[in-house]
Nanobody, 125 residues
Framework: QVQLVESGGGLVQAGGSLRLSCAASGRTFSSAIMGWFRQAPGKEREFVAAISWSGGATSYADSVQGRYTISRDNARNTVYLQMNSLKPEDTAVYYC??????????????????WGQGTQVTVSS
């Protein structure tokens, strides 16, 4: 089973940037689809971004398209989420997730097999 540890969260002013990292253990990382989700207080966990095992394909939620970039370094077993032009509504706990073969489909949380503990991102206005 893959274990995930997120880092890089913090407090930032609106318009600022943060880069989240998610370090994975286990030999299946290079074949895994990786995703980022977020959950704001009182709201359901929502999809943010995902990246294929090779990094050649990515997908984003409409709310972050053009502002966020997901990437991965398979040599380091790490996936990143670069967040630019942050808005107060981006405030949430951000979670990293892994989908190992056989892959699921869609962008629902249920597709993913393992989760990190989350990292808090707070954007002040």
């Amino acid at each position: 089973q893959v274990q995930l540890v997120e880092s890089g969260g913090g407090l930032v002013q609106a318009g600022g940037s943060l880069r989240l990292s998610c370090a994975a253990s286990g030999r299946t990382f290079s074949s895994a689809i990786m995703g980022w989700f977020r959950q704001a207080p009182g709201k359901e966990r929502e999809f943010v971004a995902a990246i294929s095992w090779s990094g050649g394909a990515t997908s984003y939620a409409d709310s972050v398209q053009g502002r966020y970039t997901i990437s991965r370094d398979n040599a380091r077993n790490t996936v990143y989420l670069q967040m630019n032009s942050l808005k107060p509504e981006d405030t949430a706990v951000y979670y990293c997730a892994v989908d190992i073969p056989p892959y699921g489909s869609g962008n629902s949380a249920g597709r993913f097999d393992s989760w990190g503990q989350g990292t808090q991102v707070t954007v002040s206005s």
